[in-house]
């Protein structure tokens, strides 16, 4: 069964950092496109950031030049490095690996909750 695992959330000062990183296993890592989105309270599932299996980064208008995505395929993790962090950044974030061929693989982390607040 294939699992992601997040880490790397938690409570931070406005203007501070913090690093979230996915751990994928029992996965061919280096075919799906990874993602980091986030949900508001009450809000759907919306995409931060995603990096494609060939390394192609995506962000969404509100993170950029703050946030980045990486991956390490031979650690099977992505990583979401966030800088200059806001209040309006407090979500729960979620690791998201997507497969589009023939057939279509979606899977989902647990989310971690990062909380931007002074």
């Known amino acids: 069964q294939v699992q992601l695992v997040e880490s790397g959330g938690g409570l931070v000062q406005p203007g501070g950092s913090l690093r979230l990183s996915c751990a994928a296993s029992?996965?061919?890592?280096?075919?799906?496109?990874m993602g980091w989105y986030r949900q508001f309270p009450g809000k759907e599932r919306d995409l931060v950031a995603s990096?494609?299996?060939?390394?192609?980064?995506n962000y969404t208008d509100t993170v950029k030049g703050r946030f980045t995505i990486s991956r390490d395929n031979a650690k099977h993790t992505v990583a979401l490095q966030m800088n200059s962090l806001k209040p309006e950044d407090t979500a729960v974030y979620y690791c998201?690996?997507?497969?589009?061929?023939?057939?279509?693989?979606?899977?989902w982390g647990q989310g971690t909750q990062v909380t931007v607040s002074s």
């Open positions: 990096i494609s299996k060939d390394g192609i980064t």
């Open positions: 029992r996965i061919t890592f280096d075919i799906y496109d």
């Open positions: 998201n690996a997507d497969f589009s061929g023939l057939l279509k693989y979606t899977y």
